[in-house]
Nanobody, 126 residues
Framework: QVQLVESGGGSVQAGGSLSLSCAVSGYTYNGYCMGWFRQAPGKEREGIAYIYSNGGRSDYADSVKGRFTISQDNAKNTVYLQMNDLKQEDTAMYYC???????????????????WGQGTQVTVSS
């Protein structure tokens, strides 16, 4: 059984940093995308970062590029999202997802992923 458990969310002031973790179990990294998504109230879930699960390329949505960094530790079966210079518009529920597309911009699409975590809330205040 595949499980993804996010942690590390919380409240922070604008300009601050948070580091999210996604512990993965029951899943073998196989080169498919693993992604981070977020969903603000009243908005659609959006892809913000992905990484090829074999440790290859990663990419970011323009809204977070230069501020967020996705990484993974295969030994710990964990995917991370380091978020710096947070802005109020980053406030959302953040989700990690596994078994996405094999690559490319499809990895930003939430409908392309099979497994999801329960989410962790990030709130950025002014």
């Amino acid at each position: 059984q595949v499980q993804l458990v996010e942690s590390g969310g919380g409240s922070v002031q604008a300009g601050g940093s948070l580091s999210l973790s996604c512990a993965v179990s029951g899943y073998t990294y196989n080169g498919y995308c693993m992604g981070w998504f977020r969903q603000a109230p009243g908005k659609e879930r959006e892809g913000i970062a992905y990484i090829y699960s074999n440790g290859g390329r990663s990419d970011y949505a323009d809204s977070v590029k230069g501020r967020f960094t996705i990484s993974q530790d295969n030994a710990k079966n964990t995917v991370y999202l380091q978020m710096n210079d947070l802005k109020q518009e980053d406030t959302a529920m953040y989700y990690c997802a596994a078994l996405g597309p094999y690559g490319g911009s499809w990895c930003f699409r939430p409908d392309r992923y099979k497994y999801w975590g329960q989410g962790t809330q990030v709130t950025v205040s002014s």
